[in-house]
């Protein structure tokens, strides 16, 4: 039989051995190794999906202009993906360098698959939420920082417990903004998402002519579909119409909102003074605090910016220091501070119809209890910041003069004035 390890005899034993186990045979190792593959690259693709949906929820890109090794900034998914490897080492033994060249998961093609399969089970998610339920559209379009007309596409349907849902579909690419191209495109959608037009019980877009015209607007075109389509302008934009066009309608309060575009371009087109306005007005929240006079609290008493360039830094520090443009600016706030309350309320996605009727009786009712009680407490208020901030108060019972006219045959004061021309004007 032979004692050397090596010897036919030992060999053939061997070969014995290993034919008997069954672990041993060649298929069985090929399936070990086949099986702990699948489970790499299952481990690396949840990887890339997590954190493609991961940076998706926080609308961060995953792409970037420079994703090669020697980029000192691999844009956000390869950092992310790096920063998870870190933090586990079965997780680095996977992906990236460790991971096959043909099976990285990482290039453009498949984090743009892995978002168009989220896409659809977002889309698929509304679906099933909408049911049998009939549904409103809302629509509008826009161009993007790449000059292509996008088009965006919101549901709006009650849920099964009743409660009012609003969903974003889908943002389509139109060629041009003609409503038979937008009616085109919507229909699609519709029909992408097993969505019948017949079930649509509402319309809603913006006063484009585009839209909302009676012959040949999307409005027009989807009724002739769907004849119960009612087309419903927006009531919180419908309100903000008619404030501005109010506006418009009063001399002093346009010539207000025209100084303050233009002492906002005069701020912010100098860093300068930009950065003075900021202190001063954290030195005033914080001495207010320090008095009492202001509540803390997480979001309160932030600080904002101004966003416009240009503009005469004389020019706007005269307009700021009239007793004109203050007492303006204090009733403005009060109206604002009256129909921001409605309007933000309509917007709302649970309002009915009545509650809305109900407010905007109750925002008349403040808007009337201004006009008739609150002269007094306004004109103390707006008195006591002229004395604080140094502004001339002129005399209210001198004989007002109309600069734009060459004769003034009239005995009115400047407080006459101001109470039947500007505040009356305003609160009608």
């Known amino acids: 039989m032979g004692k050397d390890s090596n010897s036919a005899h030992n060999f053939s034993q061997r070969c014995h051995d290993n034919l008997k186990n069954s672990l041993t045979h060649i298929d069985k190792a090929m399936v070990k190794v086949c099986a702990k593959k699948v489970a790499d ?8 999906i997590d954190c493609i949906k991961w940076l998706t929820f926080q609308a961060c890109a995953c792409r970037g ?14 950092h992310l993906v790096r920063f998870l490897a870190s933090y586990s080492k079965e997780v680095n033994a996977v992906v990236l360098e460790n991971a096959p060249r043909n099976a990285k998961y990482t290039s453009h093609t498949v984090q743009l698959e892995i978002l168009t ?15 049998t339920s009939k549904f409103f559209i809302m629509v509008d379009e826009a161009r993007d920082e790449s000059k292509k007309e996008q088009m965006a596409l919101v549901l709006r349907f009650p849920s099964t417990e009743g409660f009012i849902q609003e969903r974003f579909l889908d943002v389509i690419h139109v060629t041009d903004t003609t409503a038979l191209t937008l009616k085109k495109a919507i229909c699609k959608v519709l029909s992408d998402n097993n969505l019948n037009v017949q079930d649509i019980r509402g319309q809603g877009y913006d006063r484009a002519s585009n839209m909302r015209g009676e012959w040949n607007g999307l409005k027009a075109l989807i009724l002739n579909d769907c004849p119960y389509a009612y087309y419903v302008h927006c009531m919180a934009h419908q309100l903000q119409l008619a404030l501005v066009a109010a506006s418009r309608e009063v001399h002093d309060v346009h010539n207000f909102f025209q100084n303050a575009n233009f002492i906002i371009n005069v701020v912010s087109a100098s860093t300068k003074r930009n950065d003075e306005l900021l202190a001063n007005k954290a030195a ?10 202001l509540d803390t609290g997480k979001g309160q008493n932030q600080i904002g910016t101004l966003q416009r360039p240009g503009g005469d830094a004389v020019g706007a520090l005269k307009i700021i220091m009239s007793f004109d443009f203050v007492f303006i600016l204090h009733l403005m706030e009060k109206i604002m501070k009256i129909t921001d309350v409605l309007c933000q309320t309509l ?4 309002l009915d119809i009545l509650n809305a009727l109900d407010l905007v009786s109750t925002t008349k009712v403040l808007l009337g209890k201004l006009r008739e009680d609150g002269w007094d407490p306004l004109l103390q208020e707006v008195q006591s910041f002229c004395l604080k901030h140094e502004i001339d108060i002129p005399d209210l019972n001198s004989r007002y003069v109309d600069v734009t ?3 003034n045959k009239h005995d009115n004061t400047l407080l006459h004035y101001i109470t039947t021309k500007q505040m009356c004007s305003m609160l009608p």
């Open 41 to 48: 690259a299952r481990l690396r693709l949840k990887v890339t």
């Open 405 to 407: 006219k060459s004769r």
């Open 347 to 350: 917007q709302k996605k649970s």
């Open 65 to 78: 202009h420079d994703e090669s090794l020697g980029s000192s900034n691999q844009v956000n998914f390869l």
């Open 284 to 293: 005033e929240i914080a001495r207010k605090i320090e008095l009492g006079e």
């Open 117 to 131: 399969l989220l896409s659809s089970r977002v889309k698929e998610k509304i679906r099933d939420e909408i049911g």
